[in-house]
């Protein structure tokens, strides 16, 4: 009979710490949601075809928010699941502010975009050409 309890109670432990194990692990797991996008400005080119999209992806709680930037097809509408692949900066720790006016998108041309932007923010992706569009950065 004591061993039955003994046999019993290292079962219930057991079942207790898996059940602790798979609650932490749940919680720390990632889910799958890159966060929420956020429309902040979009601008066209004078052909009208194309646009450059400039918006703020909120990352959650272990990493900074982001500000991206992509070009796409004119009639492109920002979803959830985007990831800019042109222009991303943060705060850089929070030696720079993001608000609206630390980034400026002007097109100099049908097929030239230039981005001005803070020099405090922490520069993540910088491409030069994309899709056909020559970028040229000016730090101020």
């Excluded at 646009?51 to 709680?61: D, P, Q, S, V």
């Excluded at 222009?87 to 975009?113: E, K, M, Y």
Aim: proline letters at 1%.
């Amino acid at each position: 009979m004591v061993e039955l309890y003994a046999s019993l109670s290292k079962m219930l432990r057991l079942t207790a710490t898996i059940n602790i194990l798979i609650l932490i692990l749940s919680s720390c797991a990632i889910s799958g949601d890159t966060g929420t996008n956020s429309l902040l400005k979009e601008s066209q080119n004078s052909r009208q075809d194309k646009k450059a999209i400039l918006f703020l992806k909120e990352a959650g709680a272990t990493v900074s928010d982001s500000y991206q930037v992509v070009i796409r097809d004119v009639n492109y509408k920002l979803d959830k699941a985007e990831v800019g692949d042109v222009f991303t900066v943060d705060p850089n720790h929070s030696r720079a502010q993001l608000d609206t006016g630390s980034i400026n998108l002007v097109w100099l041309g049908n097929d030239t975009l230039q981005i001005d932007f803070d020099k405090k923010l922490r520069t993540l992706i910088k491409k030069e050409n994309f899709a056909g569009v020559t970028i040229i950065y000016q730090a101020r």
